[in-house]
């Protein structure tokens, strides 16, 4: 009997350590699941979801070294959107730029860098080949022309203005460049209603920054409706 009992108490003390030595295994575990968690969402923008500046940069980076020519870089830069703010409430503007977000997110697709620049500014860098680049950028500009409707059922017109980069026109794969470039574009066209492509012209353009360049030679896509 006493053999049996000190038998009992061996098993019931290894087990006892066991548990006890799980106890911090699982804490870490825990902890570990929520720093990854923390560190998601400190790469992505609160109200779109899409990349912070940063981390759309680095995975931008990565497609361009990876995809060259059969790529492209998107700026998008939301119009009139002071006055949504200015006449419908910030309420209404946060709800123009999250769906502007899911749109791009939507378009693009998920292998793609999409990200928020700042205020009403978007980058995307996605695989596109320069015989669907057309069609696919006159879906984009139709996406964003889309009517937004808010919780409360009003409707908000909106309208973005569009400019296009690629490797192939441009001759480099340096995002700088290439963001420069598309920037450029997009204020050579702003309000035009289409996607504007970049030319090597545009990419000597030192600074935009919101003033109106001049008109270099561009290629534009999809009017909008």
Request: aromatic letters at 4%; proline letters at 4%.
């Amino acid at each position: 009997m006493d053999s049996v009992l000190r038998a009992h108490t061996r098993i019931g003390q290894r087990a006892l350590l066991l548990s006890t030595a799980a106890v911090p295994l699982t804490g870490w575990a825990v902890h570990a699941v929520a720093l990854h968690k923390q560190l998601a969402e400190s790469r992505k923008d609160p109200l779109t979801g899409l990349l912070r500046r940063d981390a759309y940069t680095a995975r931008a980076r990565r497609l361009l070294s990876r995809h060259g020519s059969e790529t492209a870089l998107v700026m998008v830069d939301a119009d009139h959107f002071k006055a949504v703010n200015d006449t419908m409430g910030h309420p209404a503007g946060d709800a123009v730029l999250a769906a502007f977000g899911a749109r791009l997110t939507a378009w693009a697709g998920p292998r793609a860098a999409v990200g928020r620049l700042g205020g009403d500014e978007f980058a995307v860098v996605l695989e596109l080949t320069a015989t669907r680049r057309e069609q696919r950028l006159t879906q984009l500009v139709r996406m964003l022309h889309t009517p937004v409707v808010l919780d409360d059922g009003r409707t908000v017109d909106v309208a973005a203005s569009v400019g296009v980069a690629t490797p192939d026109v441009i001759g480099s794969r340096d995002l700088a460049v290439l963001q420069r470039a598309a920037d450029a574009a997009l204020y050579d066209g702003k309000h035009c209603g289409r996607a504007v492509t970049a030319t090597t012209a545009h990419a000597q353009v030192p600074s935009v920054n919101g003033r109106r360049v001049g008109r270099p030679g561009t290629a534009v896509w999809g009017r909008a409706a």
